[in-house]
T-cell receptor
Framework: EDQVTQSPEALRLQEGESSSLNCSYTVSGLRGLFWYRQDPGKGPEFLFTLYSAGEEKEKERLKATLTKKESFLHITAPKPEDSATYLCAVRDPSGAGSYQLTFGKGTKLSVIP | EAQVTQNPRYLITVTGKKLTVTCSQNMNHEYMSWYRQDPGLGLRQIYYSMNVEVTDKGDVPEGYKVSRKEKRNFPLILESPSPNQTSLYFC????????????FGPGTRLLVL
């Protein structure tokens, strides 16, 4: 059973059309939920870490929120350069060494000019 | 510049020919990890290291070896590569702590014929 599920798998937006990506998780005792951005053929680039329900973080056009069962990555007025795959990961306290990240499969975002 | 570097970035090899992918970080991080990324499967952890001379298996360790003789380096060894190890590999590192963020290298694309 997947511990981290991201939806949708792919999302096409017009430039300026705001939307949200979802990351739901089933681990208990969450020790952090992470959002990364990944461009094709490159390593994941860190965006945000959230630790407790109700927490919110913002960076430019991106805003991440966390509840007890899911996280949302809100994209406001996206631009073509926001096109990438967005990955969600959770730190599972039962994971290897307690530092293991369990990743979702990502949401591929395309922003059309 | 703080970074995680990997070499080589691209590698084509044949079944059974031993190879090593190097990973180095200049941030004095204690924790280092190797992931592989495959279409439809996402990022999966291969091995991790909590510190020098301390390594352990992740979710998919079969066919891989690692060593951690120095804090900055964490090479991934494929002693007898097989076609099912064709993948995109990422090294990551972080300080050791429940709230620390993992930073990823640029990736190594491996093709085993």
């Amino acid at each position: 059973e997947d511990q981290v599920t991201q939806s949708p798998e792919a999302l096409r937006l017009q430039e300026g059309e705001s939307s949200s990506l979802n990351c739901s998780y089933t681990v208990s005792g969450l020790r952090g939920l992470f959002w990364y951005r990944q461009d094709p053929g490159k390593g994941p680039e860190f965006l945000f870490t959230l630790y407790s329900a109700g927490e919110e973080k913002e960076k430019e056009r991106l805003k991440a929120t966390l509840t007890k069962k899911e996280s949302f990555l809100h994209i406001t007025a996206p631009k073509p350069e926001d096109s990438a795959t967005y990955l969600c990961a959770v730190r599972d306290p039962s994971g290897a060494g307690s530092y293991q990240l369990t990743f979702g499969k990502g949401t591929k975002l395309s922003v059309i000019p | 510049e703080a970074q995680v570097t990997q070499n080589p970035r691209y590698l084509i090899t044949v079944t059974g020919k031993k190879l090593t992918v190097t990973c180095s970080q200049n941030m004095n991080h204690e924790y280092m990890s190797w992931y592989r990324q495959d279409p439809g499967l996402g990022l999966r952890q291969i091995y991790y290291s909590m510190n020098v001379e301390v390594t352990d298996k992740g979710d998919v360790p079969e066919g891989y070896k690692v060593s951690r003789k120095e804090k900055r380096n964490f090479p991934l060894i494929l002693e007898s590569p097989s076609p099912n190890q064709t993948s995109l590999y990422f090294c990551a590192s972080s300080f050791q702590g429940a709230r620390e963020t993992q930073y990823f290298g640029p990736g190594t694309r491996l093709l085993v014929l």
